[in-house]
């Protein structure tokens, strides 16, 4: 019963919609109805400022790092500690993705997988997150990486041999991809949105 208990409290967690609810309680903005109509940081940046959405991601980070130390809070192990963790995390990641406080919508995964990392292995998630704000700078293009980042993440765990968290990273990666499917489209076609940071936003403002 605790178990099941605290994998419910992991989903809701990873359920509360951050974007939602700072953009109604503060701008009085539904980020649906604006931008790209996700919940997530990216577009919360884009529609409600970089404030609002520096508190977007920091919340959806925490939502899945605090859910993954649930077993460490809690002492629940399932054998393994580091299963034990990321399954947790996963629950955050499903409920961040198919909230049941926006309709089992949600957002794409991104921060709420970071913070799982966050608690998993603090190290990985510096590097992954110098990782992700280089390609940032070089491509102006969060989905791209996003996406990069993943499998970076991939291939330290298999380089490792963490293959606990290569599994886990190569499920997240494909579903991730999933989810940006629309924006990799745009990257191969070369008409991403880009984020008024970085190398290829600067270059193009200059043409």
Known sequence: MKITVLLIIAYLLGSIPSGIWIGKSFFNVDVRKHGSGNIG??????????IAGSIVLFMDIAKGSLAAALPLLFNINFGNIHLTELIFGLFAIIGHTFSIF??????????????????????????????????????????????CTFVFVTIVALVIHDYLLATIAIILTIFVAYRHRQNVARIMQGNENLVHFGIKYKHQQNQ
């Open 41 to 50: 940081t990216t577009n919360t940046f884009r529609v409600l400022g970089p």
């Open 102 to 147: 926006d309709r089992f919508k949600g957002g794409k995964a991104v921060a709420t997988s970071a913070g799982m990392l966050l608690t998993y292995n603090p190290i990985l998630f510096i590097l992954a997150t110098l990782v992700l704000i280089l390609v940032l700078y070089l491509s102006s293009m969060v989905s791209l990486a996003s996406l």
